[in-house]
């Protein structure tokens, strides 16, 4: 499984993975039934301090387990997730089931539709069991800031998720399901992937369709997969992304990594750092210390782009509605409006310039490594910490080592390096555009280098 150890009280799905899964369901020693009732058991007993989910469908799922029972039944196989226990961000439509986008805006709206990555889902036989609570419009790294509360972390529930994707990190960190959607701009899959112990892969930027997502800014969003292992996050991303069997080639073989110092972006934790270059030492690469020398402008100009876009969806309901929103997402909105159209053509320009750079570094290395996040998962509504010797602003600091990658449209995959202080810390992974199952292969090296065995599925009674 993970090879950080478990949360405490976590579920069935913190013991049992999509992989190791898929031959019992045709064996029929366990049914999607099963797995519907495991996961909604552990909702019911986490829940009310966990927070991870805005709206649980439990008769929904019910009738979709029973359903891809009777199909395996009769020999239909819908792929390896048939029957799967699968939570969505509550920013992604879902036909028929409330999507809120974190907010009291939307408190009761209930799609007609499901976003293209749903029904992706419900056409692999994934059994959709609830929505996730999200950062108030998936704008805000920490979590913490929604109209449902905050959601808290499984490793301890007085530090934050992360966000924007905080229940989907959660939910499935805690064993409440095996594998999870999130959205990412600039790093709000990974974030709260990092600071939850769970891998979190933002794709390329286009790479999945984001229809029916509400949008955060449209420059940058992204749809991404969360899971505790690579295997299973690839096998949702192949989902996601709508990809055949063949098309899933084999990954080239890394051999040459780009270790980028992170205290060269953003102060970063001494402890985390060793954690995470550790982390990458298990795969026995080549591994040179870079330099990306717009990495920390990249950063910056990450503020400048989302917010002069975030602002452009929302400037309407600021006009009239302004009060409906969390003071806090409220006022960082304020701040968006005073973006300028010569900054952000600037910014737009540095992406550009940026990108030619960091493309011709990937000619050389097959990837790039750093932390996920600079620091562990801080206190609820905490606003400032430390990073090694330096004070951070912990909004900037949970996006500084992300948030670049975004504004490149580049892929990005976190996954668990180690604890620090008993809270998870993450390595990243940045692959040139496509690379997605590149970024998911390596992960996966690293992992089976302290992999332990799963145990078997109990037999049905």
Known sequence: MSRLPSPAGAGYFARHTVTGLTGELRAGRVSPEDLVEQALAAAARLEPELNAFVTLDEDGARAAARRATEELAAGVDRGPLHGIPVAVKDVVDTAGLRTTMGSRHFADRVPDRDATCVRRLRAAGAVIIGKTATHEFAYGPTGDR??????????????????????????????????????????????????????????????VPVDGVYPVAPSLDTVGPLARTAADCRLLWNVLAGRTAAERDDAPVVRRVGWIPPDTIHPTSPRVTEAARACLAGGGFEVEEVAVPEAAALARAYHTIQGSEVYAVHADRMATAADLYDEEVAERLRGAARVRGW??????????????????????????????????????????????????????????????????????VTLPAGLVDGLPAGLQLVAPAGGEELLLAVAQELHDATTETEPPVPARH
């Open 146 to 207: 929604a109209a449902g509360g905050a959601t808290r972390n499984p490793y301890r529930p007085e530090r934050m998720a992360g966000g924007s994707s905080s229940g989907s990190a959660a939910a499935v960190a805690a064993g409440v399901v095996p594998v999870s959607v999130g959205t990412d701009t600039g790093g709000s899959v990974r974030i709260p992937a990092a600071l939850c112990g769970v891998v979190g892969l933002k794709p390329s930027h286009g790479a």
């Open 343 to 412: 900054e952000y053509v600037r910014a737009c320009d540095l992406r550009d310039r940026a990108r030619e750079a960091v493309t011709a570094l990937l000619r050389v290395h097959d990837l790039l490594a750093l932390p996920t996040v600079p620091i562990p998962a801080p206190p609820l509504d905490a606003r400032a910490r430390r990073a090694g010797d330096a004070g951070v602003d912990v909004r900037t600091a949970l996006l500084a080592l992300t948030s670049p990658w975004s504004v490149l449209g580049l892929p990005a």
